[in-house]
């Protein structure tokens, strides 16, 4: 494995018998492989550092950004996946209070209807659904109105 000694920004992948798990690919310091999570990188970068020229070693300042990064990149996925919890049990919530009331909502044929949310199906992989007057599979998206 070698750092590109011109503009030191490219890393090329270890020899076949180095590569194991990691793959062949090239990656950019400026940009994150989306199939590296931060154990292969560290893997990579423990190699890297093992196979580098004693007499002509790499910047370890490299090492400390591309560490960073993908930290940081670690850090807004774990926020992300958080954010879509939290959205995902509002909507759940949300058709819960919707249980027992008197909605207006729009149908499957665009026409206004009215009727009482008799049941709160959660089944759906896309969200939840309501029942309203027998008709089930109605989306709480649907609803304009709440009496």
């Given at each position: 494995?070698?750092v590109?000694?011109?503009?030191?920004?490219?890393?090329?992948?270890?020899?076949?018998?180095?590569?194991?798990?990691?793959?062949?690919?090239?990656?950019?310091?400026?940009?994150?492989?989306?199939?590296?999570?931060?154990?292969a990188?560290?893997?990579?970068?423990?190699?890297?550092?093992?196979?580098?020229?004693?007499?002509?070693?790499?910047?370890?300042?490299?090492?400390?950004?591309?560490?960073?990064?993908?930290t940081?990149?670690?850090?807004?996925?774990?926020?992300?996946?958080?954010?879509?919890?939290?959205?995902?049990?509002?909507?759940?919530?949300?058709?819960?209070?919707?249980?027992?009331?008197?909605?207006?909502?729009?149908?499957?044929?665009?026409?206004?209807?009215?009727?009482?949310?008799?049941?709160?199906?959660?089944?759906n992989?896309?969200?939840?659904?309501l029942?309203?007057?027998?008709?089930?599979?109605?989306?709480?998206?649907?609803?304009?109105?709440?009496?």
């Amino acid at each position: 494995m070698s750092v590109n000694g011109t503009t030191g920004t490219q890393l090329t992948p270890p020899s076949p018998a180095t590569t194991g798990a990691l793959g062949s690919t090239t990656a950019n310091v400026g940009q994150v492989d989306p199939l590296l999570d931060k154990n292969a990188f560290l893997k990579l970068m423990m190699t890297q550092l093992k196979e580098q020229d004693p007499l002509n070693p790499s910047d370890p300042s490299q090492y400390l950004g591309q560490l960073a990064q993908m930290t940081t990149v670690e850090q807004e996925t774990n926020i992300a996946q958080s954010v879509a919890q939290t959205a995902t049990e509002q909507n759940d919530t949300t058709a819960l209070a919707l249980l027992g009331h008197t909605v207006d909502y729009i149908d499957s044929s665009g026409n206004t209807q009215t009727g009482t949310v008799q049941k709160v199906d959660f089944s759906n992989p896309s969200g939840p659904t309501l029942t309203i007057n027998g008709v089930g599979g109605i989306s709480p998206g649907s609803v304009s109105d709440v009496s």
